[in-house]
């Protein structure tokens, strides 16, 4: 039997989802969150064979917490559930180390499918997101895609960027993630420095085109 754990910041689509699973014989939900950094600690206490994740959400969003996964154990599996076909969403899920990507649109049958695919080790992108991940190869081979700008950022510049994006203070930063005031200034700093972006405004704008936050 394999165990997973869901992560959905909607209680309804988790029990949702949770009500669909629990009908498959050869699985089993271990544990259910809502955000993701509650997510990481579950997966590290329960270490489940997959994570069911939901890309958009507030404080840790899906991308940054599969991230930290897979560093602790690299040979983790997740599946990513999303609203957003955005080609940008697609392929930071993938590079965080996501082993497929589902749109919440899709049936409950496409997602056991997805499963299936991830269990025998393989990827799994709905088929609507095909043609646009495509056109973003395409657009890499010439030369059109470089390195993403998020990796000149540590994990915990991405947190804190993320955070700044949803409009949190550098008071709220440092009680979300439990360090100083003057440390999370001393990040945001960095963070300008290294994406030559200068305001709040700026990161703002720059961490939901990036997908670490939504409007």
């Given at each position: 039997?394999?165990?997973v754990?869901?992560v959905?910041d ?8 949770r009500?669909?699973?629990?009908v498959?014989a050869?699985?089993?939900?271990v544990?259910e969150?809502?955000d993701g ?12 064979d997959l994570?069911l994740?939901?890309v958009a959400?507030?404080d840790?969003n899906?991308i940054e917490?599969?991230?930290q996964?897979?560093a602790?154990r690299p040979?983790?599996r ?12 697609v392929v ?5 180390g996501?082993s ?12 056991l499918s ?6 025998d ?5 709905s088929?609507p ?5 495509l056109?973003?190869?395409?657009r ?6 470089t390195?993403?700008?998020l990796?000149?950022l540590s994990?915990?510049?991405r947190?804190?960027?993320q955070?700044?994006?949803?409009g949190?203070?550098?008071a ?6 439990e ?12 963070i ?8 709040v405004?700026?990161l703002t ?11």
């Open positions: 039997m394999k165990t754990l869901l959905e909607h209680a309804l689509v988790r029990r949702g989802i009500t669909m699973l629990e498959e050869d699985m089993k939900v544990g969150c809502g950094r509650e997510a990481v600690r579950l997966f590290n206490r329960l270490r489940p994570v994740m939901d959400m507030p840790l899906g917490a599969a991230r996964m897979i602790s040979g983790a997740i599946i990513m559930l999303s609203m957003h076909a955005d080609g940008q969403y930071e899920s993938f590079r965080a996501a497929g990507y589902v749109l919440k649109d899709a049936a409950f049958g496409e997602l997805a499963i299936k695919a991830v269990r080790g393989k990827r799994y992108l088929p997101l095909n043609e646009t991940l056109t973003d190869y395409v890499a081979t010439r030369g059109d895609r390195v993403s700008e990796d000149i994990n915990r510049e947190e804190v960027l955070l700044i994006g949803e949190n203070s550098s709220e930063i440092a009680g979300k993630l360090i100083s005031v003057r440390t999370v200034e001393t990040h945001r700093q960095h300008m420095e290294k994406l030559n972006i200068h305001s405004a700026g704008k720059f961490a939901i085109r990036h997908g670490l936050c939504s409007l």
